[in-house]
């Protein structure tokens, strides 16, 4: 029935995303929540609830077959990327730096149109971040 | 590391919805849209849009042990419900059918307080819908 | 060039959500975080996040003409209500308060079917959301 | 009550965010599902989705003192962008056009650290796009 293009990179990448944000937000309003102290720290548990969010919408923009995902996708990796690196800091939060990373290296892929397909093994055409900013 | 108190009801429910959000999601943005006719009918696409919405919304709830999931599951089995007969009527589109009949089935459960836990057995003291709106 | 059918009380609604999205949100990534101690007591934060959650989705559903709003209006009207009350225990919290405590009001409205729309004064046929209930 | 360091161009920013997820999302599930034609072409329709979605993640952001907002700026304006043109390919619809491009506009001056703050007139450290990304 439905014909989706999604190549098996993209497939990972929207997987990575959904589980990060998963992680993200179950460990922020339990684990953080009940334990506080470092775990509440504003900074941090910003990061914690942003990454979730932002993992969300990458996922829907990769569902919903955006042609814009590229410049989602690399804002994505660097929240993950700063969230990873939060989590470590805070310590005992494993699970979260391990989605975190993940959805780092796939949504950095996906940003610079390193999906290469299911077949052709050409990559895509989308050009790299800096040259599609409207600025 | 993660105290989650999810009873696997609750976690069964999270899994449905999450499912749904990414059926309904995909299908509207990919097969509705390059099908059109009957598939971008306003009431329809609405439904399936919204759909997706309220389950992720929902699914977010119970990630965050939230103490009002019930209005918010009954809130959701109902857009559920709908959007299972919208797509029925449309035609082909089994597998949202299928996505959103069981989501409207746990989120039924889980908004009548029907959330049996882990090891008691016993039924958790959520009030149903009505008795709770503060109407 | 937009038809958009909605109502004076529904028009209320909406922007009562969407304010009250903006004052939870911004409250509790804030003055909670930076505060501490029963700010970020587990209950009522999340409270805070998923009262900012819903008020944005309800808000969506109106403008989107969702067919399906009244239930997710008194869904937002009972964990506005539920943050509301948990705003005053904790104290200090006037704007929230007030934000949650008119969004609880005009989803109540909207859940009830008390839209009287803007020419005819004619109550709108939604039933109840016990009465439409998929249970 | 509640200390928020937001300076002028990111409150104009986070206001242009709002109005531009809300004139997007109306027009898109009002006037585009109801008109059809090119306004449901998929490619279009995504655009007005994906617009509306973005913009609130990013106004979520900055109402959250979210210390990434740069990146999530910096795709918003990008999507805005993409979106604006659609829409005057398709004709008919200045009122998203303006939208987009205020948002386009304002975003992109938070992406580049050009918000100034509210009485030092200093530029913010943050730095550009390429600077940061984890790549």
Request: aromatic share 12%.
């Given at each position: 029935m439905m014909q989706t293009m999604t190549s098996q990179s993209m497939q990972q990448c929207i997987d990575d995303c959904l589980h990060c944000h998963r992680t993200c937000l179950q460990t922020a309003m339990n684990h953080c929540l009940e334990t506080g102290g470092p775990h509440t720290e504003p900074e941090h548990f910003r990061l914690m609830m942003h990454c979730a969010d932002i993992c969300r919408l990458a996922a829907d923009f990769m569902l919903g077959s955006s042609s814009v995902h590229g410049p989602v996708c690399a804002a994505c990796a660097e929240v993950c990327h700063a969230c990873a690196q939060s989590c470590e800091q805070v310590g005992g939060m494993d699970e979260c730096v391990q989605a975190c990373r993940a959805c780092t290296e796939s949504c950095r892929q996906m940003a610079q149109g390193?999906?290469?397909?299911?077949?052709?093994?050409q990559a895509r055409t989308t050009s790299t971040l800096q040259d599609r900013l409207p600025m």
């Open positions: 390193l999906d290469l397909g299911n077949f052709t093994g």
